[in-house]
C-alpha cells in the first residue's frame, strides 16, 4: 500500500484547508486511514479516523472544527479544517492500516499564523 497526501500549506488563523490522502496498491484490504499530526516539540498525535465500514471520528482538539471524509471510490480520505489556530501548526500524516500492519504517508506541513 503506498500512500500519497497534499493539501498542506500556509494560512491565517481562521482559515481553511483541505488536505487529500489517496491509497493505492492492495486497498481493498485496508480496515481504517487516519490523519495523524506532529507538532514542534510534541507528540504525535490521532486527529481523525475513517473506518472501512464508512464510520468516523475526530479528536476532541478539532471537534467541530475538522471533518474527515472519504470518497466514493473509497481510496482517497480527506480532511476538512475549518477555523484553523495557531496550535493546529504541525506535520500531517496519512495512515493507511491492514490488520498489524501500518502503512504511512510522507506528510504535508500545514503552518497557521496568528
Known amino acids: 500500500v503506498q500512500l500519497q497526501a497534499s493539501g498542506g500549506g500556509l494560512v491565517q488563523a481562521g482559515g481553511s484547508l483541505i488536505l487529500s490522502c489517496t491509497a493505492s496498491?492492495?486497498?481493498?484490504?485496508?480496515?481504517?486511514m487516519a490523519w495523524y499530526r506532529r507538532a514542534p516539540g510534541k507528540q504525535r498525535e490521532l486527529v481523525a479516523t475513517m473506518y472501512n465500514d464508512g464510520t468516523a471520528n475526530v479528536a476532541d482538539s478539532v471537534k467541530g472544527r475538522f471533518t474527515i471524509s472519504r470518497d466514493n471510490a473509497r481510496n482517497t480520505i480527506k480532511l476538512l479544517m475549518n477555523n484553523l489556530k495557531p496550535e493546529d501548526t504541525a506535520v500531517y500524516y496519512c495512515l493507511g492500516q491492514l490488520g498489524s500492519l501500518a502503512y504511512w504517508g510522507q506528510g504535508t506541513l500545514v503552518t497557521v499564523s496568528s
Open positions: 496498491g492492495n486497498i481493498i484490504s485496508i480496515d481504517k
